[in-house]
C-alpha cells in the first residue's frame, strides 16, 4: 500500500523523511514541489535520486484527471468531470465573480444522504474522498485554467460532515502558507444538517463559512425532502447552528431550495421568518434544479420576490443565488451520472 504523500501536514511529512532516514529539510523542498502540482517525484529536480527513489517507493501523489470539460456559453463557469486513480469520477464547478475565481468542489463519490431535490444520490455512494482528492480538485482546475483560486466552497458531490476527519484536515492544508494558502474565511463549507458534528465543527476553531441546506420552515415539509430530518428536528439544528456562531462569531448561511407549491407559499416565508428570527443568519433562495424523476418545478420569479420580501420585514436578509453555468448543468452530480450511463464507472 502507497502512502498518499498530498494528505500529510507539515509535521507529518517532516516525520515521515526523517524515519526514512534524509534530513529534515527535505520535507520542506517536497512541500514546496506538490504546492506547485506535480504529478511525479521525478519532477523535484533539486531533490537527490536516492530520496526520490525512496518516495516513488512508498508514496503516490493524488490527481485528478480531466475526463470531460464543459464551458458554459453565457459566462466563464466550466464544469469539470474529475478521475482519480481508481477510476471513480466526481464534479467541480469552477465560476468567475469580481473579486476573483470560485470553485466547488466535492467531498465524496456520491452521497449517502439522499435529498429528493439533488442529483448526486440518484447515482449510489461509493466512497469518501481523501483530503488529497479535494486538494487536487482545486489544483488541476488552476493549472487547466491558469489561473489562481481565491475561494473553496464544499458543496458538490457528497456531504462533507459525512468525511468529517478528512475535511478539517483539507481545510487546513488549504489554508495553510506552504500550501495553496487560502484564507478559512474564504472557505465555505455546507451540510444537510448532520447536527452532532456542526458542535464538533465549531469546536475545531476553523472559522470557515458554515452553510446549512435547510429547504423547508418546518420538520413535516423538511421530512419529506430530506431523509437527515427524520433524525434531527429543525430546532436541534437550529440550536446547534447558534452554538456555531457563538463559538466561531461567523454568520451562518442558510440554503433554501424553492420548490413550486412544496415550500415557496407566502405562509411558508412567515413560518421560516419566525424561526429564524434572532439569528445572525442570511437565507440563499436557490430556485431548484431541474432533476429528472422529481417532478420538482422551480418557484417563478413573483414567488421568489414575495418570499423575500416577507423575510426583508422580520429583519432576515435572504438573496436569490444567481444561476451560473445554466446552459451545462452546473448544479453537481448529473455528469457523473451521465458518465456512469455511458459506460463509465
Known sequence: ML??????????????????????????????WLSKSVESFDEMINIPKNLRDFLTSSCYISVANIEKKLISRYDKTVKYLFSFFDGECVESVLMSYKHGWSICISTQIGCKMGCTFCATGRS????????????????????????????????GMGEPLDNFENVVKFIRLASSPTGLNIGMRHITLSTCGIV????????????VTLSVSLH???????????????????????????????????????????????????????????????MHSHVNLIPVNTVEGTGYIKSNIKRQQSFINILA??????????????????SCGQLRRKHQIEGGK
Open 124 to 155: 449510489g455512494f461509493s466512497r469518501s474522498l481523501a483530503p488529497s482528492e479535494m486538494l487536487a480538485q482545486i489544483e488541476s482546475a488552476q493549472k487547466d485554467m491558469n489561473i489562481k483560486i481565491s475561494n473553496v466552497v464544499l458543496m
Open 3 to 32: 502512502i498518499d504523500i498530498k494528505s500529510m501536514n507539515d509535521d507529518e511529512l517532516e516525520k515521515f523523511i526523517v524515519d526514512g532516514g534524509f534530513p529534515k529539510f527535505r520535507a520542506k523542498q517536497i512541500r514546496q
Open 313 to 330: 420585514e422580520k429583519n432576515i436578509t435572504a438573496t436569490v443565488r444567481r444561476t451560473l453555468g445554466s446552459d451545462i448543468n452546473a
Open 216 to 278: 423547508a420552515p418546518n420538520d413535516e415539509i423538511r421530512q419529506r425532502t430530506m431523509p437527515i430530518a427524520k433524525k434531527y428536528s429543525i430546532n436541534e439544528l437550529l440550536k446547534a447552528c447558534k452554538d456555531y456562531f457563538d463559538t466561531t462569531g461567523r454568520r451562518v448561511t442558510f440554503e433554501y431550495s424553492m420548490i413550486s407549491g412544496v415550500n415557496d407559499s407566502d405562509q411558508n416565508a412567515k413560518e421560516l421568518a419566525k424561526r429564524l428570527e434572532g
Open 196 to 207: 452532532p458534528k456542526i458542535y464538533e465543527l465549531a469546536n475545531q476553531h476553523i472559522p
